[in-house]
């Protein structure tokens, strides 16, 4: 870090600060959702087209389900042994779902008047009396799709920002400690407000280099902690250039003004 940014970050407006705060949510917000938004919609147009391949025509009418293949019809798992998936919506074959869960630790089978599934030993019943009349196949799913995955990505971008509009400031409050106490190690001048605006423009950098990894899309492992390592070293640079500024050797609170 440049010999006396630190102190110049503390000279700064809380404006300033506040700014920061409000760019990295924005730049945050925008990185999760604008590159991964489309990925979401590939892997789920892509799903859709595979619908017909891996599962039957599902139609559901009155309030109860039924297809045309033979039953009962037993969903491939991929070698999964403990998960079993079962169409069987014959009449009068309703009490024989628990059957088909018997061996495995978890599942689904539908029958004609409701879901059953089972999740760790648990097994629950749901009724499709108030189920819609729906034919589920791929153009029909594909129409629901288009119809509502723009809404969803709307209110899901609303969400995001809104919960890093919570997180930032809060990553601010807790990692500004690091430079209020490690300035306090060294006897040097600092108050808190002073070490949350360090804070908050050390964490510029992290933002657009997690933001530049979302484009990228490398799939990095635990990036996560790559931001918040470098968000640290940052701070520990910070104050670092608190101890080495010529100002301290003279006075040790020159070029901080209280917040």
């Not at 730049?27 to 891996?54: C, H, M, Q």
């Not at 019809?73 to 999964?80: M, S």
Request: net charge neutral.
């Amino acid at each position: 870090m440049t010999r006396g940014i630190a102190r110049w970050i503390c000279a700064q407006s809380a404006v300033v600060a506040i700014a920061a705060v409000l760019f990295c949510a924005a730049i945050s917000a925008f990185g999760l959702v604008w590159a991964n938004a489309p990925r979401l919609e590939s892997f789920l147009n892509w799903a859709v087209e595979k619908y017909d391949v891996t599962l039957p025509q599902i139609t559901f009418k009155n309030g109860h389900a039924s297809i045309r293949e033979k039953q009962p019809y037993i969903i491939d798992t991929g070698g999964e042994k403990d998960v079993a998936i079962v169409i069987d919506t014959r009449d009068g074959k309703e009490n024989e779902a628990p059957n088909y869960l018997k061996e495995a630790d978890s599942g689904v089978v539908l029958t004609g008047e409701s879901l059953v599934t089972k999740d760790r030993g648990q097994i629950r019943i749901i009724s499709l009396k108030d189920m819609p009349d729906f034919v589920f196949n791929s153009r029909n799913l594909q129409d629901l799709l288009d119809q509502f995955l723009p809404t969803v990505i709307w209110y899901g971008t609303i969400v995001v920002i809104l919960y890093f509009l919570l997180m930032k400031p809060l990553q601010v409050l807790i990692l500004g400690l690091i430079p209020y106490f490690g300035a306090q190690t060294y006897s040097v001048a600092l108050t808190f407000g002073q070490a949350m605006k360090i804070a908050a423009i050390a964490m510029i950098p992290p933002v657009l280099l997690d933001t530049l990894v979302q484009f990228a899309d490398t799939r990095l492992p635990f990036a996560f902690v790559l931001y918040f390592g470098l968000y640290i070293v940052l701070l520990c640079l910070a104050v670092r250039d608190l101890v080495r500024s010529p100002e301290r050797q003279t006075d040790p609170t020159a070029g901080l003004t209280p917040s």
